[in-house]
Every structure is written in C-alpha cells, then in structure tokens.
C-alpha cells in the first residue's frame, strides 16, 4: 500500500493498487517525493528523487545520480560499475554538447527514453534528453 500524490501535497488518498497510478509517489517513512519510471514491460523504476525541486541542472543531476546509485545497491548491482555522471566540461571535452549527463546502463530497457517522457518540462532548471536509451542530458 502506498500514499500517491492526487493534488498539491495536502491532499492525499490510500489505494491498494498493484501498480502505480500517478508518477509521483509520496514515501510516507521519509516525507520526500519519489519519482517513479514507467519501463513498460520491463516494470518500474521507483527512485528517490523529485526533479521539480531543484534550481539548477547542476542539483537535479547530481540528485539523480545519487538516487540511481542507490536503485542500483537495492537491486543488488554495483553503482561504481553501473551508473554515469559527467560534468558540461567533461562532456565537450569528448566532442559532446556541454550538458550534465548521468547514466545507467544495466537499468530497464530504455529507462532514458520513458524518463524523459515522464518528468515534468516545467521544472525550474530546463528539461532532460535521452543521448542514447540508457542515459539523460540536462538541458534548457
């Protein structure tokens, strides 16, 4: 059972539901907002990280980083082995555009692509690209 997000967060309602409705869950132990990726057949994604509050590119990618650190430790993967994360200098420096970056390589089939769809485009600090299925680009 779980606490979903129907209104700002003072509304709140209980459902017993096998899976998630809405793409951001409350986790009542913590009090954060979680974002949950929709891989279609490949299940869900249900991170710790709420990417519309964050200012900066900067924070939000740093955040996603950690949160899909901490996915990879729970499904019993090695995140200093699984998971990416670039700075804008980083990334020209290999002929790129000068974007934060983060990645997961061994996370659902084409997590990037359905994360991208799903986080909101309205966010303070831009919006995400996938620069291939398995990795986002911080953009404005």
């Known amino acids: 059972m779980c606490i979903q ?28 907002e979680m974002f949950t990726v929709d891989c279609m057949e490949d299940g869900t994604m249900t991170l710790d990280w709420d990417p519309a509050s964050y200012k900066t590119k900067a924070q939000a990618a740093r955040a996603l980083h950690r949160a899909l650190c901490d996915w990879c430790r729970k499904v019993g993967m090695n995140p200093d082995t699984e998971v990416g994360f670039w700075t804008p200098k980083q990334r020209k420096a290999h002929g790129r ?44």
Do not use: H
Not at 6 to 24: D, G, H, N
Not at 106 to 127: H, L, N, R, T
């Open 5 to 32: 997000r129907k209104q700002p967060l003072k509304y709140f309602y209980l459902t017993a539901l096998i899976y998630v409705v809405s793409l951001q869950v409350f986790n009542i132990t913590k009090g954060l």
């Open 97 to 140: 555009e000068a974007n934060w970056a983060v990645s997961l390589e061994a996370g659902p089939y084409e997590w990037a692509i359905f994360a991208s769809m799903q986080i909101p485009s309205d966010c303070k600090w831009g919006y995400v690209e996938p620069y291939y299925s398995f990795d986002l680009e911080f953009v404005s």
